[in-house]
């Protein structure tokens, strides 16, 4: 797929571990690595939502598009 | 009080009653293919020729993709009851069951070379096979919107 996910890098320059941030936002760690690892399909408004004001950023440091 | 468990029972319990079925009738296949022969009214391409040995040979083969159909009820069933419902492989047992449905309905159309009456069973097979091809179409689709609805986060 051609949008790439950031969030670890986003995680990585925030300091938070894959447990914390997940607890914080209200998501299994299996959903949360889901994520990461660029095997979601779809991610909610809501979920992008507490992502970005957990980690501080906008949606774009988290998700990137890349033509293939 | 009924419920979805008994159903589901109940189901299963049909499909080993129609395979026992299945299995006492291949031993009259023979002997009613004879009988077939000699009360049957001769209509047909090759009505003049004996309808046994081609009513055998092809009722076995129906009777193999009978079997191939109950084993894949039988995998649905017991995905259904471990609620595994929308997998691939629920699909592929459709599939199984349409092309087995199908491959029994072109061979009655064979069949009614000898005997035209079996045109009515080869389009009654092919039908269904055409109505659970469609069936697998759905099905196959509704395992796409499962997986993206399990991997939106």
Redesign the interface.
């Known amino acids: 797929m051609p949008i790439i996910v950031n969030l670890d890098v986003m995680m990585a320059k925030r300091k938070i571990s894959s447990m914390e941030l997940a607890e914080r936002i209200g ?1 299994t760690t299996a ?2 690595s ?2 990461k690892t660029g ?6 408004f809501s ?1 992008l939502e507490k992502i970005c004001e957990e980690l501080d950023c906008q949606p774009g440091d988290i998700l990137e598009f890349k033509k293939e | 009080m009924w419920n979805k468990n008994k159903s589901l029972f109940l189901s299963r319990i049909l499909t080993d009653v129609c395979a026992g079925l299945a299995v006492i009738f291949a031993f009259f296949v023979p002997g009613g293919a004879e009988w077939y022969n000699y009360i049957s009214e001769p209509i047909g391409f090759l009505a003049d020729k004996n309808v046994t040995v081609p009513m055998i040979i092809i009722i076995y083969f129906c009777i193999a993709m009978a079997f191939c159909v109950l084993w894949s009820l039988h995998k649905l069933l017991n995905n259904i009851a471990n609620e595994k419902v929308f997998i691939p492989e629920n699909t592929s047992c459709l599939r199984m069951i349409s092309w087995a449905c199908m491959l029994a309905g072109f061979s009655m159309a064979v069949l009614a070379l000898w005997r035209a009456i079996f045109v009515f069973f080869a389009f009654l097979l092919i039908f269904f096979g055409l109505v659970m091809r469609v069936l697998k179409n759905v099905f196959e689709n509704a395992v796409e919107i499962k997986s993206e609805n399990d991997f939106t986060i």
């Open positions: 998501i959903n949360l889901i994520l095997k979601a399909k779809a991610v909610r979920t």
